[in-house]
């Protein structure tokens, strides 16, 4: 995948909201200062599917945020079906089995398969309660040159991993961010988080930014606000 343009080519905003309506009214809100959109588990349930294709009709980017695992032949059928919406990205999860099934599956359509290293939620105690006998980083890595050898078209990975990341992924995929917070904001339930400039210097193609927008006073303001962070870092 190819650098994006422009730094509004790489803010994803994440319409972590309930729903259709109110993400509706944050699009709105946010006008021309955002092109590139998440849809996640919240608002898919919540009709959040169509309002994905009526974004894409607008000339908006949509990223399915899935993190499919499943067997083969059923992660395929997803993936072909998503691929027929005009999305953008889509998430699955970074297990060889399944993310070789989504790519033959994605051959040919343009969407962008994005592996899933580990959550940002997580920290490494919270690997050893799930049985991993390693830590976040040395699984990140890990994961991300299976990608890599599966031939997806980027990886998702907590900006502190970005360079490491970039490193196995080279120029050609893309790094994806989650668990941005811009200087001085609350992490909530995130663990491994990175300032918007700090991400972008570490090799990240775009950011995912979701209650920091999605929950601010003036969404507008707080998204260029970002994009500000990004360009100076």
């Known amino acids: ?67 499919l695992l499943d067997i083969d032949n059923t992660i395929a059928k997803g993936v072909e079906n998503v691929a027929k919406m005009g999305v953008t990205m889509l998430t699955v999860h970074a297990y060889p089995k399944a993310m070789r099934a989504a790519v033959e599956a994605a051959a040919g359509s343009g969407l962008c398969l994005l592996g899933v290293t580990v959550l940002t939620s997580m920290d490494d105690a919270d690997l050893e309660d799930a049985g991993y006998a390693c830590d976040a980083r040395t699984l990140v890595e890990r994961r991300a040159r299976q990608a890599r050898e599966a031939g997806m078209g980027g990886i998702v990975c907590s900006a502190a991993e970005a360079r490491l990341v970039r490193s196995i992924a ?61 360009a100076a870092g």
């Open 1 to 67: 995948m190819t650098q994006p343009a422009t730094m509004k080519d790489r803010l994803i905003v994440a319409l972590d909201v309930p729903t259709v309506a109110e993400a509706e009214a944050a699009v709105a809100e946010l006008g021309d200062s955002v092109r590139f959109y998440k849809i996640g588990y919240q608002l898919a349930f919540a009709g959040g599917l169509p309002l994905a294709r009526d974004l894409v009709a607008d000339g908006r980017k949509v990223f399915l945020d899935m993190k």
């Open 170 to 230: 080279g120029d050609g995929m893309a790094v994806v961010t989650p668990g941005i917070r811009p200087a001085g904001s609350d992490h909530g339930d995130q663990k491994r988080v990175v300032t918007p400039g700090i991400a972008i210097s570490e090799g990240a193609s775009h950011l995912v930014v979701g209650r920091p927008v999605a929950a601010a006073v003036d969404r507008k303001a707080a998204a260029e606000a970002i994009l500000a962070e990004m």
